[in-house]
């Protein structure tokens, strides 16, 4: 393999926050592509993609403003679409953030995927070496992280996570691919637990929610202070906790617990009592239209 990957058709599995712009993203860049989740519970089998895809127009501005580019980009289901993928030359999956459902994901896929096919996975920080792990032989040499940051239209930066087992020409294609036609800066990072980007972002917004309390500020104080006041254009921490998804956020936040028992910051690892109380109610954030600034 040359240090360039040819991506005419690419497979985004996970129609949510990210999947639905990161393949918004791809089409824009003349690749088709086709957008992958679960079956709809009211048996429309594509209906969640369906309502993703709408809801990329309602963005602003609309990333597939262009009509003849939107056609390029189409609707699966994982019951009756998996042979699409044998058509695709990249594979983003950006599911929820779980380990058991992405390995279960893979197991499900990879007998579909192309033999010359690279697949990339868009989690946040979860083991890039344990997701790999139930992948048949061939395709781990082909699997990489590929996290790409939220908005993934705006954010110029993505960070490209090998596995022990990529090949390093499939880690230089990447490379090559996101920065000549997805116009991002790259960062290679380290399989650690939510590599760099994460690490220090999460840690950092979870400071300021502890404070929050210890403080009694309210949220919109603390993102006057976390915000433009610091350098950062326009999030802050609680607009950035609507806009990830206060579930992915949870998630992400887990994964630093379990994984960093010996850290000297663990104590600090953990996410506010009221965080799991909004979780659990299905107020997260954004995509639900409930959160710290959008209201039911
Ligand atoms: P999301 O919750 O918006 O969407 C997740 C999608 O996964 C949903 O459409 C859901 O139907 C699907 N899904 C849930 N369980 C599944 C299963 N068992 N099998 C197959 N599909 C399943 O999540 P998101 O914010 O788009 O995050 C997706 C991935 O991208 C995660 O790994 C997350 O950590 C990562 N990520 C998120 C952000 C962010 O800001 N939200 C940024 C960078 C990376």
């Known amino acids: 393999m040359s240090n360039k990957i040819l991506v005419r058709r ?15 993203h791809l089409t ?4 088709d592509t086709v957008l992958f989740d679960l079956p709809a519970k009211d048996g429309n089998p594509n209906g969640i993609v369906d309502k993703a895809i709408a809801g990329l127009a309602k963005l602003s501005p609309a990333p597939l ?9 189409t609707a699966a289901n ?18 929820a953030e779980r ?3 992405k390995q279960d994901l893979y197991r499900k896929i990879a007998p579909h995927v192309a033999s010359h096919a690279v697949l990339a996975s868009n989690t946040s920080g979860l083991g890039i070496n344990k997701l790999a792990e139930v992948l048949p032989e061939e395709l781990r040499h082909r699997f990489c992280g590929v996290h790409f940051f939220n908005p993934p239209r705006y954010m110029h930066l993505a960070e490209l996570i090998p596995a022990r087992s990529t090949d390093a020409a499939v880690l230089e294609g990447l490379e090559t691919f996101l920065t000549t036609t997805l116009g991002k800066g790259v960062v290679i990072a380290k399989d650690t637990p939510n590599f760099i980007g994460n690490r220090i972002g999460v840690f950092s917004m979870l400071a300021a929610m502890h404070h929050t309390g210890q403080f009694k500020l309210g949220f ?3 993102d006057a202070l976390t915000g433009p006041a610091i350098g950062r254009p326009k999030s802050a921490t609680y607009r950035t906790a609507d806009v990830v998804g206060l579930d992915t956020m949870a998630h992400v936040i ?8 010996d850290d000297p910051w663990h104590q600090y690892f953990k996410a506010p009592k009221w965080l799991a109380g909004l979780v659990e109610k299905g107020a997260l954030g954004a995509k639900t239209g409930a959160g710290f600034y959008t209201k039911r």
């Open 254 to 261: 887990k994964t630093m617990a379990d994984t960093l028992p």
């Open 99 to 101: 380990m058991d459902w």
């Open 65 to 73: 403003a262009d009509k003849a580019l939107a056609g390029r980009l």
């Open 78 to 95: 994982y019951e009756t679409g998996l042979e699409q993928l044998a058509g695709c030359d990249l594979i983003v999956e950006a599911i």
């Open 220 to 222: 919109d104080t603390v």
């Open 28 to 31: 824009n860049a003349g690749v």
């Open 10 to 24: 690419a497979a985004v599995l996970g129609a949510g926050v990210m999947g639905a712009q990161i393949a918004a």
